[in-house]
């Protein structure tokens, strides 16, 4: 059974950092695209960050580069996303989420209609 499950949420101080970990069970991050998404109260779930199957490209959205990045580890079969100088518009819920590709080689989208595995989200506030 494919499960995707975050952790690392909380609360944290503007300009602070936070890692959230996604960690994978029962499939192979190396035979799919994770993706981290994050949706905000009122507002649709926006793509964020994603590493293809093969690990060898990822693809980042403009209003979290420089800040965000993704990174996995394929023994932990943990896929983790680092961000940095965060600001009140980043509060939301995080998700991530896994697609199987054709191939590990394509480029990885960061389109959420395209995944089908879905973890349950964690929170990330940022308040003084």
């Known amino acids: 059974q494919l499960q995707l499950v975050e952790s690392g949420g909380g609360l944290v101080q503007p300009g602070g950092s936070l890692r959230l970990s996604c960690a994978a069970s029962?499939?192979?991050?190396?035979?799919?695209?994770i993706g981290w998404f994050r949706q905000a109260p009122g507002k649709e779930r926006e793509g964020l960050l994603c590493?293809?199957?093969?690990?060898?490209?990822?693809v980042t959205a403009d209003s979290v580069k420089g800040r965000f990045s993704i990174s996995r580890d394929v023994a932990k079969n943990t896929v983790y996303l680092q961000m940095s100088s965060l600001t009140p518009e980043d509060t939301g819920v995080y998700f991530c989420?896994?697609?199987?590709?054709?191939?590990?080689?394509?480029?990885?989208?960061?389109?959420?209609?395209?995944?089908?595995?879905w973890g349950q989200g964690t929170q990330v506030t940022v308040s003084s």
């Open positions: 590493i293809s199957a093969s690990g060898g490209s990822t």
């Open positions: 029962g499939f192979s991050l190396s035979s799919y695209e």
């Open positions: 989420a896994a697609v199987r590709p054709r191939s590990p080689y394509r480029a990885c989208t960061i389109s959420a209609t395209l995944y089908n595995y």
